[in-house]
């Protein structure tokens, strides 16, 4: 039937306005984009500026260098604030350094870097701990202690009749608390470097600062027992149905092994827990036998996966913090696996420091005098906790004598 007139008019004011919108609506839309970008340019100049003021930077070489200088001035006056910020300025050391060292609190205890500087120092750690390498969440710890509620179980869906009640459920939650455990960090100077001005030296600071806490930090988030002065590490809060006896402790049987590996995130995967952040973290001598591994017509099994960083599809992270005996005894060690997501870290940003010329500390085998050999001991204190909000998210393998 042909249209009439009147109707092709209707149909012409339609599409005539459907397209006005459409078009009004691709308008608003490049419109609030722009809008967007502009502000989102604005707030990254923005927060430039205010880290260039913190004296916090984006490049790896400089992170945590202002923290150093405070640090060596505060060590280079022997305690003093006032010489420190004199140090500071002769030594020609940035304004926000000079600023920090005669507006940050200090007191009987030590000096405390303000936090927009000791978190620069603390993001280098991230590289160096394990644990925070997998991708451990931190969180603000500010007063001491910090409460995470966390669901134990859930509701379980049910499907039901017409007109019938439905079975009322409620989750089950429960809580976990985090407390400040202070870290200890004990960094030997030799006078002579601490008193140079040579901004190399700044480096050499942090860097020993770093290395002191992430071998300390490394050691007890994965294996620490759990004190009112201690975190208690990952292995201990593993349950036990989670940790698993290598069914090919020496590896010499390949389809053990590899079903040695598989049995740790086939047991979260039937957990049901998120595969958000999954990782491994074991010892240098277990990355180098699985990398050595080799199929019956002699192909290497792991290795061109392992070069890329990832075992069966996962990230991994070696470190000698992962023991290569002990586990439960000698010659043995431990893989963990786990999802790094429901790991947390919750930490106090201050780092406190005191200064020695005659204080001692432990080279490793002995005592060592600094009065005796020239040198200032600068004391870091650092204070977090490690607590893992869903135990069943991690796995291990223990006995493994792989590689012995």
């Known amino acids: 039937m042909e249209l009439t007139t009147k109707q092709k008019l209707e149909d012409f004011i339609k599409e005539t306005a459907k397209g006005s919108v459409m078009e009004a609506f691709s308008e608003f839309r490049t ?12 707030f990254e100049l923005t927060l430039a500026g205010a880290r260039a003021d913190k004296g916090v930077s984006d490049d790896p070489k400089h992170k945590g260098l202002m923290a150093a200088q405070i640090a060596r001035a505060w060590g280079a006056a022997r305690g003093d604030i006032t010489r420190a910020a004199k140090i500071a300025v002769e030594w020609k ?25 000791s978190n620069d120092l603390i993001e280098l750690l991230y590289n160096r701990v394990a644990v925070r390498a997998m991708g451990a969440r931190t969180m603000p710890m500010p007063n001491g202690s910090l409460t995470i509620p966390r669901l134990v179980t859930g509701i379980t869906a049910t499907y039901i009749g017409e007109n019938l009640p439905d079975t009322a459920q409620q989750p089950s939650f429960g809580v976990i608390t985090a407390t400040w455990k202070k870290l200890r960090a004990t960094v030997p100077i030799s006078n002579d470097l601490l008193l140079f001005s040579d901004p190399k030296t ?5 860097d020993d600062m770093v290395a002191s806490f992430a071998g300390a930090e490394d050691r007890e988030f994965l294996f620490g ?7 208690k590490g990952l292995y201990n809060w593993i349950p036990a149905a989670n940790k698993f006896a290598a ?21 979260l995967e039937e957990g049901n827990i998120p595969f958000i952040k999954p990782g491994w973290i074991f010892a240098p001598r277990t990355k180098y036998f699985l990398m050595q ?3 019956s017509v002699g192909n290497f099994y792991f290795l061109d996966e392992m ?15 992962v023991p290569s005996t002990g586990y439960p005894s000698t010659n043995d060690s431990v893989i963990f696996f786990g999802n790094f997501d429901d790991a947390i870290i919750a930490e106090s940003s201050d780092l406190q420091l005191d200064s020695s010329t005659e204080a ?22 650092a204070r977090h906790d490690f607590i893992v909000r869903r135990e069943e998210s991690f796995a291990a393998l223990n006995t493994v004598k792989w590689g012995v």
Not at 307 to 321: A, K
Request: aromatic residues 8%; proline residues 7%; hydrophobic residues 35%.
């Open 247 to 267: 069914g090919s402790a020496d590896g010499s049987d390949l389809t053990l092994v590899i079903a040695d590996l598989f049995k740790l995130p086939r047991r």
């Open 93 to 117: 050391m940035p304004e926000a350094v000079i600023k920090a060292l005669t507006t940050a609190p200090n007191s009987a205890g030590g000096f405390t870097i303000p936090p927009g500087y």
């Open 293 to 295: 591994v080799r199929d």
């Open 225 to 231: 027992v759990g004190t009112p002065v201690s975190p």
């Open 307 to 321: 070069r890329r960083g990832t075992l069966l599809g996962y990230p991994f992270i070696s470190t000698n913090n």
């Open 31 to 42: 419109e609030q984009e722009k809008k967007a970008q502009e502000e989102r340019k604005a």
């Open 360 to 381: 001692s500390f432990w080279n490793g085998s002995s005592l060592t005098s600094a009065f005796a050999n020239d040198l200032t001991v600068l004391r870091g204190i």
């Open 202 to 206: 700044d480096t050499i600071v942090r």
